[in-house]
């Protein structure tokens, strides 16, 4: 069984669950860290398991341009390559693709573009998304989607979704097929993606085309675009009761400790956000204040603010103890590569800890 | 006893020793890592310490300029600003003040300079590097001593000199003072600097005028600044000596890994150099070749070079032996951060290694 449900809360929609991936088990809900470009900013992946995390996430449109799908043929995946003994997901770079890419065209369904990186011309379109998550041999594939943007106008909206469903078929069909020819290593899982921006109804439609083609698991994508947390959870509260029960739900890109901690509520399973890495990076620690996840249970700091520059307290009680705000305070002032480091640790084991706390409320039915 | 010979080679002068800190023994021959502003480039102390440094170094115009002397006092010293449980040794910044800062001018023993970082107005004297060493609370005092560049001629070589002489006089009776007066926790060490660049009377006189003084051990300096390896051996071969049997002999900022084996075999217990840390920010990876340290026993490579796109070997056979060289390339290629820890990691191992096979063979006269 690909996702058995082990205990659903009594006072919410939260669940508990375990997904079976080719790589191990991993207990729902659970956050994702980022490692886009096959690295999470200064931690090896054998770190980030020591922090709490089972299950990290890569990109495909950025491994595609660099190093390219060879590297990944040559490795016999990403698992090998950056030397990862967790489960990986790998997002298709449909955001990215349209994103950060130049001249980015729709023809068909080739999606036309310049690198970011250098300019070089490229395609990609759901088969070949397909093929080149199969190269980096990754645990759960995502198909190829058209992300839209926040606010947008409903025309723009049922184009994407139109297209989005169209390569989900095409995507699905084309991984069974290379089931069929064994030419897929391990067990690799396939995920759609709900579109459908802010509409009910485009969203009811996305959901009831995508379920009916019977994928492993549903990604509800296109929010934490900028929208509002109240637009967020309405579309939420009617997307998630159209999504099968037995199957995991992922909410991309999202989020803030609160977000993640309503949309467990609301039945959400997996997570992934830059938001404990990249904000590591400007000196943004995330910090428990309380020991349960009620009311305002953490704070921020930056870290740079100078009423910092004395202070001997310890970053946090955990994995940071020994190591003092002051000091943290100092790296970041004078750019010492262990700045990013130390804050990295901090933010990640921050959400993982999140996770693990939220696991044990669902068992406890406290949340 | 501070400093004990524990065996002579057979084959060489070079020795093997004990060199007692305030925090603790130290075996010599020994390399110090480098962590100039507090800090060794995305590694912890401790993670240091794992790869074989016995002890650190640090630096005293950094240190004072940020985060400034106070902050030291409030930690009571370094070790607990930046969590070192090794040894630790302070450069005095003298080398750092004339070649950093600016508008530098002499005036009596006072040097009047602009930070190189804000251009704010600062005065260095003798005594005032003391000062900031005790607040540092390092194992290892250095004096503030005037370095000069390669070639110079013999009036400029001698004014410095003078100048070293005088203001390590002054430091050796300041720190006496303050020991006196109890003003100094730990049992610091004082090291005087050799100066007279590579004029043979003027080394003698430096050394003879130095010696004479009693410090806890005595520096070489003013070499590895862009001089041929042959006038180095040539101003070690009549400089060492002159220094004391049982006192312990520190050659500052050499060098290449073939410099520092002709060094020990000149007599030389300590090092520091900002090669493998600095080397490994562009890529440049010290890699053994031999289980010896007969002729070419190691090679360096650059790891951004093509040619190892596709090199499924592992970066080395120890500490990153589960990552491969196509991996790191791609970590540079990108500019990870992971790149500039893993290139560190790698560089100082081989070099603190390097430093105990040094002594491995110093104790079986086979160096």
Known sequence: ?????????????????????????VRTPFFMPIATKASIKSLTVKEVKKL????????????????GKNIFK????????????????????????????????????????????????????????IDIQVALNSDIIMVLDECVGLPIDKDNALLALKRTTRWAKISLDYKNKLNKE?????????FAIIQGANYKDLRLRSSKELVNMNFDGYAIGGLAVGESNDIMYKVLDYTIPTLPENKPRYLMGVGYPENIIEAVKKGIDMFDCVIPTREARHGKL???????????????????????????SSINNTSLKDYSKAYLHHLFKINEPLSLRLATINNLEFYLTLMKDIRKDIKDNRL
């Open 52 to 67: 709490g995390a089972e299950m990290i996430l890569s990109n495909t449109y950025y491994n595609y341009l660099k190093p």
């Open 182 to 190: 064994n030419k897929i290593i391990n067990k690799q899982l396939i």
């Open 286 to 312: 995330y910090l428990k204040i309380k020991n349960n996840l009620n009311g305002n249970f953490y704070k921020t700091i930056n870290i740079n603010n100078s009423k910092f520059k004395n202070d001997k």
């Open 1 to 25: 069984m690909i996702y058995k449900i082990v205990k659903k809360s009594k006072k919410s929609k939260a669940r508990l669950g375990l997904l079976n991936t080719a790589h191990g088990k």
């Open 74 to 129: 040559k490795f016999k995946g990403l698992h090998n390559f950056m030397q990862s003994s967790l489960p990986i997901l790998t997002d298709s770079g449909g955001y990215q693709v349209f994103s950060l890419a130049n001249l980015v065209k729709i023809k068909g369904d080739n999606i036309e573009f310049k690198s970011h990186l250098n300019g070089s011309k490229h395609i990609l379109n759901p088969k070949k998304v």
